[in-house]
């Protein structure tokens, strides 16, 4: 894990590398929680962004070493993908889980299982992360992993739409079944703490 921590301090920025073990810290007590390995949602967490400030341009050479087609139009979600393409080649990491994790943990995936989504959920919620609502969010993960990542794509949403930025269809798809799974009597006690009539 050394290595791999090592790594991602040489690769990243400051700010980036903070964030980082943000997550770390964060997705490991969800993995405590609910009860998932903790060794592979560590690794899954200290990797998700080690490539993400590299340029489009290396981006596209990388993903090309492993011919990973890439939409033209969305840079900012490529490091994920591209990450979990070369764990392999990269750090010699052969776990389908911690790919999952890495590769949805920015725009989510309908199907994607508890490690992807507690790294999807760590991501938005580290404790680096002070934007509004954020302790909503903090709550909705301490009570149920679904309604977590539900909330989650809620907020992603909302502020792509603020924005008026594209939304990946994964991430609508992921939302609307997340939401479907999450119990009413869970939904309303959410709800009723987060004071919403």
């Known amino acids: 894990?050394?290595?791999?921590?090592?790594?991602?301090?040489?690769?990243?920025?400051?700010?980036?590398?903070?964030?980082?073990?943000?997550?770390?810290?964060?997705?490991?007590?969800?993995?405590?929680?609910?009860?998932l390995?903790?060794?592979q949602?560590?690794?899954?967490?200290?990797?998700?962004?080690?490539?993400?400030?590299?340029?489009?341009?290396?981006?596209?050479?990388?993903?090309?070493?492993?011919?990973?087609?890439?939409?033209?139009?969305?840079?900012?979600?490529?490091?994920?993908?591209i990450t979990a393409a070369r764990l392999v080649m990269d750090f010699g990491i052969d776990d389908q889980a911690i790919g999952e994790a890495i590769r949805f943990h920015t725009i989510g995936h309908p199907e994607m299982?508890?490690?992807?989504?507690?790294?999807?959920?760590?991501?938005?919620?580290?404790?680096?992360?002070?934007?509004?609502?954020?302790?909503?969010?903090?709550?909705?993960?301490?009570?149920?992993?679904?309604?977590?990542?539900?909330v989650v794509a809620d907020a992603s949403l909302a502020y792509l739409i603020e924005k008026q930025l594209k939304m990946a269809l994964s991430t609508v798809e992921l939302r609307n079944k997340m939401w479907r799974l999450v119990d009413g009597n869970l939904r309303k006690d959410y709800n009723q703490g987060n004071k919403i009539n």
């Open 37 to 39: 390995s903790e060794e």
């Open 113 to 150: 299982g508890p490690l992807a989504k507690i790294i999807y959920v760590a991501d938005a919620i580290e404790p680096g992360r002070n934007f509004f609502g954020v302790d909503h969010l903090r709550r909705a993960a301490e009570m149920d992993l679904n309604l977590a990542v539900a």
């Open 41 to 81: 949602t560590e690794i899954a967490a200290v990797l998700h962004d080690i490539y993400r400030e590299k340029s489009s341009t290396e981006l596209k050479k990388m993903a090309g070493e492993v011919s990973l087609i890439l939409p033209d139009d969305d840079p900012p979600t490529w490091h994920g993908p």
């Open 1 to 35: 894990m050394d290595r791999f921590l090592e790594l991602a301090k040489a690769s990243l920025s400051s700010r980036r590398f903070h964030h980082v073990l943000g997550v770390v810290e964060t997705a490991k007590a969800l993995a405590a929680r609910y009860r």
